[in-house]
């Protein structure tokens, strides 16, 4: 159904934050802490549908100061090359990520001490995780930010093609 399905094309982004929850992210909104956020699509009447029915589709949202983003992250799939959205699952376990406590703009895993650079791709940097956040393509339209497709690679907790097919 519509809740569960992961970012399709054309979603906007809102706040996964209980006090926001619903409210469509804006760039304003976004900075170097992490902002957490759902996709939001349509039902089949067409009305707006909120995609937390899987938990995975939790999202991972930041923006640095423009040259602080690079390689491997894909900064045509980002905004301007300063905000830019990852799956916020841990590859390890399936753990939500959150920012570091120790080192300003990384994040860590609460459940395993995983880490990743969210400047660079959201790369492992430290702890278990087998693989690199997935990061989602978004634009700007209008105040909103846009899902363009498919993640780069496999969320958690999918590893391959067919896996991954599956619930397109
Ligand atoms: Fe994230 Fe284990 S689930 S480090």
Wanted: aromatic share 6%.
């Amino acid at each position: 159904t519509a809740n569960k399905m992961p970012p399709q094309a054309g979603d906007i982004l809102v706040h996964a934050q209980e006090s926001k929850e619903g409210q469509p992210i804006r760039i304003a909104d976004l900075g170097p802490q992490l902002v957490r956020a759902w996709p939001q699509g349509k039902d089949e009447n067409g009305d707006p549908v909120i995609r937390k029915g899987d938990p995975n589709n939790i999202l991972a949202l930041y923006r640095f100061p423009k040259g602080q983003l690079v390689a491997p992250t894909n900064l045509d799939a980002t905004i301007d090359g300063e905000t830019v959205a990852y799956s916020d699952i841990c590859t390890h376990a399936g753990c939500s990520v959150g920012d570091s406590d120790i080192n300003a703009g990384e994040m860590k895993c609460p459940c395993h001490s995983g880490q990743y650079d969210p400047k660079r791709g959201c790369i492992v940097i430290g702890g278990p995780p087998p693989r690199p956040l997935a990061q989602l393509p978004i634009k700007l339209e209008g105040d909103n930010l846009v899902v363009t497709g498919f993640f780069l690679t496999y969320p958690y907790p999918y590893t391959n093609e067919n896996e991954w097919e599956s619930i397109k």
